[in-house]
């Protein structure tokens, strides 16, 4: 912690960022993100188990962009996810001094796009015994079961699409729920509604999601919901052999194909 | 009671399906009458959403259908469309959503044949499977 601080100290003295964006305390004993302007206030960050959120949500921000020079607290899924945003066309080389962190809490330096891509290409990405266990479970269910599992899960949401604020990968200005000529999501929480948004977001979010979690995690009525990005990503993977967030370059599934792709499927 | 007919929405590219539905109807070829044909340019054209609010709207079941790989009108429309349809599939199967219900198929312009046996077998399918009361359930979850 204090070679993080003395790290983001360093960076606003010499002025080569103008904000670091990193955690710290929050209310109710939980990490927040914050947003330090003035070295001395480089106090108040933190790093802990606590700090899971993905800060690469703000740095497409307009508020954020508009305090200057960012650098940001970087776990995995932030370097993962600053990949994917320049394979986007989202983010350049430069834009954000990345203050890297090791899955032990230790300050890697990475002075470009290029370092991100070795570091990432150097830790294990694959799901955690955890995460996979529950995929597997429901994979494993019989189509009634994953059927009446997923309608019990989304009869509880509320469209509140606290999920897409988490996610900073939904960054289009106007998203497909606020089309509404004609109304590709119905307005009202219904059983349909939600299945048709929980759809959509998944499929909007294939072969780029780097499993941050954060769409769970934001989710106030807890409905699982980066299970069906993993699956998605499990898919992309096996069929086209491709991982969002481990190069800069432009590599999404679907804005590309191979002739031979399975069609086992069509008649 | 009547038997249950099912009603299928057929997503179709204007340059092989649909030209090869006509071909089906100039050569006096029966098909099953259940089918409503919407055409669109290309089957890349085709967003998942279509396929939702056709189910939605009170379809049974969906078919997808359009050039055959290499034929494309705009060269690689049916490429990527391909790429979604595998994602899309195993999204809809991982949600418990029956994927018996939607078919995806290559008829080209020449196999107005074809187009009839794809629509009568997926109509026989379908018709098996019942009407898709579950889906349109999910309309009153939260409502009631």
Known sequence: MDALRKKARELLESGDSEVIIGYGEGSGNRARAI???????????????????????????????????????????VLRTILQLAAENQLSDGDVAVIGISPDGELVDLPDFKAIEEYVDSLPLELSPEEQEQLEKIKNMSIEDRWRFWTDEFSRCLKCYACRASCPFCYCSTCVVERNIPQWIPVAPHGQGNLEWHVVRAMHLAGRCVNCGD?????????????????????????????????SELNYALSTFKPDDQENFIR | MAEFEPKIIAFVCN??????????????IKYATNVRMIRLPCTGRIDFMLLLKAFAQGADGVIVSGC??????????????????????????????????VHFAWVSAAEGAKWAQVVNSVVNEVRELGPFEDYQKLARVGVE
Request: glycine share 6%; charged share 25%.
């Open chain 1, 35 to 77: 947003f330090v302007q003035k070295p001395e206030e480089t106090e108040r960050l933190i790093l802990d188990d606590r700090c899971e959120q993905n800060l690469a949500v703000y740095l497409l921000k307009r508020e954020v962009k508009s305090l200057g020079k960012p650098a940001i607290v970087a776990r995995l899924p």
């Open chain 1, 215 to 247: 769409c769970a995690r934001a989710c106030p009525v807890d409905i699982p919901l980066n299970l069906l990005t993993q699956k998605l990503d499990e898919e992309v993977f096996s069929n086209f052999g491709l991982k969002a967030g481990t190069t």
């Open chain 2, 15 to 28: 340059w092989c399906t649909y030209a090869g539905a006509d071909l089906t109807g100039t050569s006096r």
């Open chain 2, 68 to 101: 055959h790989p290499g034929d494309c009108h705009y060269t690689a429309g049916n490429y990527h469309a391909r790429r979604r349809w595998i994602l899309f599939r195993s999204l809809l199967d991982f949600v418990g959503f029956d994927t018996r219900r």
